[in-house]
Antibody
């Protein structure tokens, strides 16, 4: 079964650090871009970061640049999000997701979509 | 960043109704748009990719259309299990951005 399982969430003080993990099973992680998405309590979804298969490209939303680092270990089939200088506004459920690329032969275009999601891990930043 | 404006933010509808949700991008994004369904306490689920392609396993009552800046998600006949919040996501530029969501409630 294709599955993603996040872990590492918890309660952390403002200014603290936390490392989230996402374990992949049922597919080969090294074949896919991977993404982190978060959802603050009662709010909508926010795209946080993604990473290319070989880690050669990484992208972040402006609000986490310089504070969060996305990484992966393909040998361990795992994705990570290192979070530092945490703020109250980082409080959220954090989801990892597989970024699948679809190729349309008719147009020659590639399209991406988040086709597999984990169940999420809760991060609470509070004193 | 590309802004995605979804409307309406919420709607009430009867089972069997036809429902339409729209998403407008602040600039042209080709067809680089997906639609996701989220139920309370659950992870989002991919419904539509590339604006109009149905994800495998998703019922055919869901359809998507549009290109450039204006996109639509249509549920042709609303079923009890479709009551949820729906989000669009542009994957044309970075950072990726979601619409603010549309909550579909039972009437």
């Amino acid at each position: 079964e294709v599955q993603l399982v996040e872990s590492g969430g918890g309660l952390v003080q403002p200014g603290g650090s936390l490392r989230l993990s996402c374990a992949a099973s049922g597919f080969t992680l090294s074949n896919f871009w991977m993404t982190w998405v978060r959802q603050a309590p009662g709010k909508g979804l926010e795209w946080v970061a993604n990473i290319k298969e070989d880690e050669s490209e990484k992208y972040y939303v402006d609000s986490v640049k310089g504070r969060f680092t996305i990484s992966r270990d393909n040998a361990k089939n795992s994705l990570y999000l290192q979070m530092s200088s945490l703020r109250a506004e980082d409080t959220a459920v954090y989801f990892c997701a597989r970024d699948k690329t679809y190729y349309f032969e008719s147009s020659g275009y590639y399209y991406d979509a988040l086709d597999i999601w984990g169940q999420g891990t809760v991060v609470t930043v509070s004193s | 960043a590309i802004q995605m404006t979804q409307s309406p933010s919420s709607l009430s509808a009867f089972v069997g109704a036809r429902v339409t949700i729209t998403c407008r991008a602040s600039q042209g994004i080709r067809n680089d748009l997906g639609w996701y369904q989220q139920k309370p306490g659950k992870a989002p689920k991919l419904l539509i990719y590339a604006a109009s392609s149905l994800q495998s396993g998703v019922p055919s009552r869901f359809s998507g259309s549009g290109s450039g800046t204006d996109f639509t998600l249509t549920i042709s006949s609303l079923q009890p299990e479709d009551f949820a919040t729906y989000y669009c996501l542009q994957d044309y530029g970075y950072p990726r951005t979601f619409g603010q969501g549309t909550k579909v409630e039972v009437k």
